[in-house]
């Protein structure tokens, strides 16, 4: 199928065709057709399938004609859970809108100045993107009336709700007009997520692409074992360093933490900067430009702060500290590997993460191997022989969660070689090669000859 099937507006096809696109993905396919003949809609995609344009278009499309109702107040709201994914639904919005004429898209942040917003809500809206604290301000202060609206999007519904944002989205969808269009995405569609949608949508149709255990096939995960914070910092280090290494998003577990490695890999000589929740707006802007134009190697973040980023060069995710639930380690490892490219996701764990890895491991239905770095080996090793991934034993998987016994030996496991005994043998392959034949080795743990070659958790050029 291709964009034109869909029956979008000439000049939005127009600003898609200038976009480089051709086919629709499979979100975009099933939700657009839907939201073109009016319907509610909760929709589940995993991150980077094109959920944006998936209810953008849509909204656009309504917008290539007038109003029937006089007023200044948006005909689409969009409501997301953080300032990042706010903006890039701003920046969605102006890509493929800039043909259509009168489309004016404005974006009401926490962190932004209350005069700017003010002035800005006092002039025409068409499409108003806002996180739910700073919007609720606004509706109580009488500065925006919803009588024009016609579309309202909640945005990453799940992780709002995991926010505490839910209350405040309820009280600003009853400050519009009851005949609104609904639309609801969200990573999972669990029975949370249906209670809200009982409450705010009518009848919608349900559409759920990706399923909970979500396929990143097109992501590179390994596992390292670490034994303390000296042998994290060391290896982190190492693992920058390799030159074929293009972006790299490393998420710690605080923003304390965040802004303290940014600054121990800036005095190492990284380019590293940190981005997380307790940063302005002004400098949460300029440290994602920089990263945009290449002027930033390493983004140092939490989770809501990296929530919303699509960066086309972030090459690597790295996760300093593993996340607490399962479902931000798909949205974490999600911000490389976008648009059918591929990347890499390397995942620091200790010996006390057994039972992380295991609930990650379930909610994407895939085994990570753990790998080592000659040199920066752990002191300890998981036994193998006991499966730890998806569907009980996996092949000499590691028992990460195996409590009693804590001195393995640091040979036991070494792996059978795969190939001639180190992946130098599958350079020049291509990596679903390499995919497909290395997890047939005997044990998870797989040892790098450091012989020349590049790193293994880096693609060679």
Known sequence: MSFENLNLHPLILKAINDAGYTSPTPIQEQAIPALLAGHDIMASAQTGTGKTAAFMLPALHRLAEPSSVPGRGPRVLVLTPTREL???????AAKYGKHLPRVRVVSILGGMPYPLQNKLLSQPVDILVATPGRLIDHIQRGRIQFSRLEMMVLDEADRMLDMGFIDDVETIASATPATRQTLLFSATLDGAIDKVAARLLKAPQRIQVATQQAKLDNIEQRLHYVDDMSHKNRLLDHLLRDITMKQAIVFTATKRDADTLADNLSAQGHEAAALHGDMNQRDRNRTLTKLRHGGLRVLVATDVAARGIDVAGITHVINFDLPKFAEDYVHRIGRTGRAGASGIAVSFASVKD??????????????????????????????PGVGAGAGGASRGAPSVAHKRNRTWSNDSGRAPAVGNGNWENGRGRSLSDNREKAPRANTATNTFRNSGASSPYFRPK
């Open 86 to 92: 706010a903006l890039q639904v701003s920046e969605a």
């Open 354 to 383: 057994g039972v992380s890895l295991k609930k990650i491991e379930r909610f994407t239905g895939q085994r990570i191997d753990s790998h080592v770095v000659p040199g920066l080996e752990p002191r300890f090793k998981p036994r």
